[in-house]
């Protein structure tokens, strides 16, 4: 688990800075506008859709539903390494697409 932490801060200068979520109109989205991702992750296979919609999710900078998805999938499957990554990465794009204005003062930027 340690490797994983250290491999999640090696690689998070690497990650560009998301332009501000301006103009997203998240709540009019439909399943088909969304898209879809194939991301085969070794989690157990009942949260393998899930996990994909969350990584859609982000890849839509739908950062609060994404961190939502990834919080399900570790409860439905505790063993599953790669929701707190993608935990780890929208939290990180959400942060640095922030525009300055209604994010928590008390979270580096």
């Known amino acids: 688990m340690k490797s994983l932490a250290w491999l999640i801060v090696a690689l998070l200068p ?21 898209g879809t991702v194939h991301f085969p992750v070794s989690c157990s296979p009942s949260v393998q859709k899930p ?5 859609a999710l982000l890849h ?7 961190a939502k998805q990834f919080e399900q ?4 499957d ?3 390494a790669m929701a707190p ?4 990465y ?3 794009a959400s942060t640095l697409g922030q525009s300055g204005q209604g994010h ?3 979270r580096p930027r």
């Open 90 to 92: 929208q939290l990180v």
């Open 104 to 106: 928590d003062q008390t």
């Open 60 to 66: 839509s900078f739908w950062y609060e539903e994404a």
């Open 51 to 55: 996990f994909e919609s969350g990584v």
């Open 14 to 34: 690497l990650i560009p800075r998301a332009l501000p979520d301006e103009g997203h109109h998240h709540e009019e989205m439909t399943a088909e506008q969304l």
């Open 73 to 76: 999938v570790a409860k439905d």
């Open 78 to 80: 505790p063993q599953c």
């Open 85 to 88: 990554l993608g935990s780890g």
